[in-house]
């Protein structure tokens, strides 16, 4: 069965002061990671897929690497806007659905 | 693109009452799923369809929980009777068939609560 872990579970972070989330799988075989951003009340919003170890993508402050075992999203100066729950999920090959972790919620205080 | 519509937003029901979720996909997404999000066991799959068909319900808790997929445009997740316990946030999310390792757009959610 696949396992997705994340840590920490909550981190707070002053403004500007850069962080990073893990996050640790187990799965037969990937196919693809996804990270999300969720705000509360409101469904996950998509960030990034990576797809093989030693991928990286950013979108502004943020950027999520991947290894055969972790991922990691780092957040790089971050502001108060970046206050959310970071999810990430797995998907295994041949499957259809991501399996979720329980996510990291981020507070970053002006 | 008005993105995954779901409705209500909130509900507030009575212990045994029948709960009807809606939701309205992504046009041109032909896989659905269904997941429900508590503090205690985060995101889970509850249902998944592929061209309207339920491929995989293993995530349903119980009998008292079932999904349709009328068409295309459109699912529901009914419980039936409700208890205290279905108290969750229950989301609909939609993605292209085909492309099996494409994101998932979530919509916003139905928070219920059952009394």
């Known amino acids: 069965e696949d396992q997705v872990t994340q840590s920490p579970e909550a981190l707070r972070l002053q403004e500007g002061e850069s962080s990073s989330l893990n996050c640790s799988y187990t799965?037969?075989?990937?196919?693809?990671l996804f990270w999300y951003r969720q705000d509360p009340g409101k469904g996950p919003e998509f960030l990034f897929t990576?797809?093989?170890a030693g991928e990286e993508k950013e979108k502004e402050r943020l950027k999520a690497t991947l290894t055969k075992k972790e991922s990691f999203l780092h957040i790089t100066a971050p502001k108060p806007e970046d206050s959310a729950t970071y999810l990430c999920?797995?998907?295994?090959?041949?499957?259809?659905?991501?399996?979720f972790g329980a996510g990291t919620t981020v507070t970053v205080r002006a | 693109d008005a993105g995954v519509i779901q409705s209500p937003r909130h509900e507030v029901t009575e212990m045994g009452q029948e709960v009807t979720l809606r939701c309205k996909p992504i046009?041109?997404?032909?896989?659905l799923f269904w997941y429900r999000q508590t503090m205690m066991r985060g995101l889970e799959l509850l249902i998944y369809?592929?061209?309207?068909?339920?491929?995989?319900d293993s995530g349903m808790p119980e009998d008292r929980f079932s999904a349709k997929m009328p068409n295309a445009s459109f699912s529901t997740l009914k419980i039936q009777p409700s208890e205290p316990r279905d108290s969750a946030v229950y989301f609909c999310?939609?993605?292209?068939?085909?492309?099996?390792?494409?994101?998932?757009?979530f919509g916003s959610g139905t928070q219920l609560s059952v009394l």
């Open positions: 999310a939609s993605r292209r068939t085909g492309a099996t390792n494409e994101k998932l757009f």
């Open positions: 799965v037969s075989g990937l196919r693809g």
């Open positions: 990576l797809y093989s």
């Open positions: 369809f592929n061209n309207n068909v339920p491929i995989d």
């Open positions: 046009s041109g997404h032909n896989s």
């Open positions: 999920a797995v998907q295994a090959t041949n499957d259809y659905k991501l399996s």
